[in-house]
C-alpha cells in the first residue's frame, strides 16, 4: 500500500473493544445499516505559512483587508483544490462544495464510502443519551491529494459545541405583571434591553443599527411569534422583516430551545434597526458550525454592512480536537482581517468547565473578542447600583493559542498564553434578561447574555462611523486594550470565577470591564 497522509488531531481515537470509554463515552460495533448513512465532512486546505503568519500581523495591528486582498493574497488557488475535488468526485462523494477562496470544500458520503476512502473504521457512540456513527481512528488521503489538507471535520459527530445560556427562570407572578405593565425597564430583573443601554450609559445616542448587518450562528430558528412578543415587551420597535433565516446545511432543524431566542431578541432588542441574520446549522457538531461560519465569511466578502456576528457556544479546550480548532481559527482570522468583529460567549462554568481548569474554544481564538459575564444590579432611576464578576464567567489562560502582541496593559498577566476573556457585560441568571420562549417571559442569563449585548453594542458604534463618513470598525482588540482602565469601560475589581478574581485593569474573569458605551463610542470615532 502507498504511503498516506494521516490527519491524527482531527479525530480523538476510539478503543477496538466495545465499552465505556474514560470520558464516558459508550462504544459499540456499527451494523451493516449503520455504514450506509451518509455523513457530510469539511476538507480544510490550509494556506501557506508566510501568507498566515503575514495576515496575522496585519490583523493583530488593527489592519482591515479588502475582500479582493483577502482572496488574492491570502487565500489559495483554484488548482490547489482542484486534485481533492477531483478525488472525492472519482470516489463516490457527492454535494461537493468549494469555499470562494478555496480553503474549504465540504463532501457527502456514506459511512461505508468514507471508510474505506478515508481508511477510517466505524462505531456506534453514544454520549448524552444521542447514539452517532463516528470514526474509531485517523482518516488519511493519498499524499498528493491531501497535500494541502490540514484538517478533517464531522467523521465524529458526538465533538459538539455547548450552548452559554443558563439557568431559565419562569417568572414570578409579581415580576410577570411588572414586565406586562412596562415597568421592569429600570427597577428588578428581568432586565430589558433598554434598561441594560441605559446602565451602560448608551441611551439617547440617535443609533439604532440601521444600515448594519448582525449574523448569529446557531443550531436552529426562534419563533417569530416570540420575537414579536418580546419586542411588545420591551417597547422595542421590532420588524420581522428585518430577521432573515438561513437554513446552512438545508436539513430539519431542532426546536427552539431558548439560546437562539436571547440572541436575536437581545440584538436587535439593543440595535433594532438592524438586519438579523440568523445561520442555523442543524446541529453544534464541529462539521455543521463549520458550513456556518464558511457562509458567514462568503456573506461578509459580498455585504460591506455584515461587520459584527455573536456566538454563544463553546467547549473546554482540552476537549476539542486540535484539528476543528485549526479550521475555525483559520475562518475567524479571516472574518477578523475584513474587520468582522465576531463576540464569542466565555462559558457558564467559570474557571473549569468539565471539572478541568481550562479555558472554552472558540472564545480563545486570537481573532474573536471574548466576552465573559458580570453580576449587574441597577439602581431604581436605571443607574448601576453593583456591579461584580459573575461566579460563572469563563476566564482563564489558553493552552492552544499565543499571547497576541495587543494583550497588554494593567492587569495583564505575566506570560505567553492568550488570555479570556476581553471584555464583560451582564450575565448573572439571578440578575437576568428578559427573553420570550414558547410565548412565555422567563428570565435568562449566561453569557450567551453578554456576547449579543456586546454584538448590538459595536454595531451602533459602526452605524455612528458610517453616518461620520468612515469605515466600519476593524478587527477591535487591537483598539480597545489601549483604553484599559479608561472612561470607555467600567472596570469590574471584585468577583470570582473559581481560580481567578476581578482586580483593577484587565483581569481573568471580565476581562477590561463592561461598556462605557457613550465614551467607547467618542474613542472609536476618533479612530481614522
Known amino acids: 500500500m502507498s504511503s498516506r497522509k494521516y490527519f491524527y488531531d482531527s479525530v480523538t481515537?476510539?478503543?477496538?473493544?466495545?465499552?465505556?470509554?474514560?470520558?464516558?463515552?459508550?462504544?459499540?460495533a456499527a451494523e451493516a445499516a449503520h455504514l450506509q448513512e451518509p455523513l457530510t465532512l469539511n476538507f480544510s486546505l490550509a494556506i501557506p505559512a508566510a501568507a498566515e503568519a503575514e495576515l496575522e500581523q496585519r490583523v493583530e495591528k488593527g489592519e482591515q483587508i479588502t475582500a479582493a486582498e483577502l482572496d488574492s493574497k491570502y487565500g489559495l488557488k483554484e488548482s490547489d483544490s482542484a486534485p481533492l475535488k477531483s478525488w472525492l468526485t472519482k470516489n463516490g462523494y457527492r454535494d461537493i462544495k468549494e469555499s470562494t477562496d478555496h480553503t474549504n470544500i465540504r463532501a457527502t458520503a456514506t459511512a461505508d464510502t468514507i471508510g474505506k476512502t478515508l481508511n477510517v473504521d466505524f462505531a456506534r457512540v453514544t454520549k448524552d443519551g444521542v447514539t452517532y456513527t463516528a470514526a474509531r481512528n485517523a482518516p488519511s488521503l493519498p499524499p498528493d491529494v491531501g497535500d494541502k489538507v490540514h484538517a478533517i471535520t464531522g467523521l465524529q459527530p458526538f465533538h459538539h459545541f455547548n450552548k452559554h445560556r443558563s439557568y431559565r427562570h419562569?417568572?414570578?407572578?409579581?415580576?410577570?405583571?411588572?414586565?406586562?405593565?412596562?415597568?421592569?425597564?429600570?427597577?428588578?430583573?428581568?432586565?430589558?434591553?433598554?434598561?441594560?443601554?441605559?446602565?451602560?450609559?448608551?441611551?439617547?445616542?440617535?443609533?439604532?443599527?440601521?444600515?448594519?448587518?448582525?449574523?448569529?450562528?446557531?443550531?436552529?430558528?426562534?419563533?417569530?411569534?416570540?420575537?414579536?412578543?418580546?419586542?411588545?415587551?420591551?417597547?422595542?420597535?421590532?420588524?420581522?422583516?428585518?430577521?432573515?433565516?438561513?437554513?446552512?446545511?438545508?436539513?430539519?432543524?431542532?426546536?427552539?430551545?431558548?439560546?437562539?431566542?436571547?440572541?436575536?431578541?437581545?440584538?436587535?432588542?439593543?440595535?433594532?434597526?438592524?438586519?438579523?441574520?440568523?445561520?442555523?446549522?442543524?446541529?453544534?457538531?464541529?462539521?455543521?458550525?463549520?458550513?456556518?461560519?464558511?457562509?458567514?465569511?462568503?456573506?461578509?466578502?459580498?455585504?460591506?454592512?455584515?461587520?459584527?456576528?455573536?456566538?454563544?457556544?463553546?467547549?473546554?479546550?482540552?476537549?476539542?480536537?486540535?484539528g476543528a480548532m485549526r479550521t475555525q481559527s483559520q475562518i475567524y482570522l479571516r472574518l477578523a482581517a475584513l474587520g468582522v468583529n465576531v463576540f464569542v460567549s466565555s462559558g457558564d462554568d467559570g474557571s473549569s468547565p468539565q471539572n478541568t481548569l481550562q479555558v472554552e474554544y472558540p472564545s480563545s481564538d486570537p481573532s474573536v473578542v471574548g466576552v465573559g459575564g458580570t453580576t449587574l444590579t441597577i439602581n431604581a432611576n436605571g443607574t448601576i447600583k453593583s456591579e461584580l464578576g459573575w461566579s460563572g464567567s469563563g476566564g482563564g489562560k489558553s493552552v492552544k493559542f499565543k499571547r497576541p502582541t495587543w494583550q497588554t496593559g494593567t492587569g495583564v498577566t505575566t506570560g505567553t498564553n492568550r488570555l479570556v476573556p476581553d471584555v464583560a457585560a451582564g450575565a448573572d441568571p439571578n440578575t437576568g434578561a428578559l427573553v420570550v420562549l414558547g410565548g412565555k417571559p422567563q428570565q435568562i442569563g449566561g453569557t450567551s447574555w453578554a456576547a449579543p449585548t456586546w454584538a448590538a453594542i459595536v454595531t451602533l458604534i459602526n452605524q455612528a462611523r458610517v453616518k461620520a463618513g468612515k469605515k466600519s470598525l476593524p478587527f477591535l482588540n487591537p483598539l480597545i486594550y489601549p483604553l484599559n482602565q479608561s472612561a470607555s469601560f467600567r472596570d469590574v475589581k471584585s468577583g470570582s470565577n473559581g481560580a481567578y478574581h476581578s482586580a483593577p485593569g484587565h483581569d481573568l474573569v471580565t476581562g477590561l470591564g463592561s461598556p462605557s458605551v457613550r465614551s467607547l463610542l467618542k474613542a472609536l470615532l476618533e479612530r481614522a
Open 13 to 28: 481515537d476510539l478503543p477496538p473493544q466495545s465499552g465505556r470509554t474514560a470520558t464516558g463515552l459508550l462504544v459499540h
Open 170 to 322: 419562569p417568572l414570578s407572578a409579581e415580576a410577570a405583571a411588572a414586565v406586562a405593565e412596562g415597568k421592569s425597564a429600570s427597577t428588578s430583573p428581568p432586565y430589558l434591553p433598554s434598561a441594560i443601554l441605559s446602565a451602560f450609559d448608551g441611551a439617547g445616542l440617535g443609533l439604532d443599527g440601521s444600515g448594519q448587518t448582525i449574523g448569529i450562528l446557531i443550531d436552529t430558528f426562534p419563533n417569530d411569534g416570540d420575537l414579536l412578543s418580546f419586542w411588545k415587551l420591551a417597547g422595542v420597535p421590532g420588524d420581522i422583516k428585518r430577521i432573515n433565516g438561513i437554513n446552512v446545511n438545508g436539513g430539519a432543524l431542532p426546536a427552539p430551545e431558548g439560546e437562539e431566542s436571547l440572541d436575536v431578541e437581545w440584538t436587535s432588542g439593543i440595535a433594532p434597526g438592524a438586519t438579523i441574520k440568523v445561520y442555523a446549522t442543524g446541529s453544534l457538531a464541529f462539521g455543521p458550525l463549520d458550513a456556518g461560519l464558511q457562509r458567514i465569511l462568503d456573506d461578509a466578502k459580498a455585504d460591506a454592512t455584515f461587520r459584527v456576528v455573536s456566538i454563544s457556544l463553546g467547549l473546554g479546550e482540552h476537549s476539542t480536537p486540535a
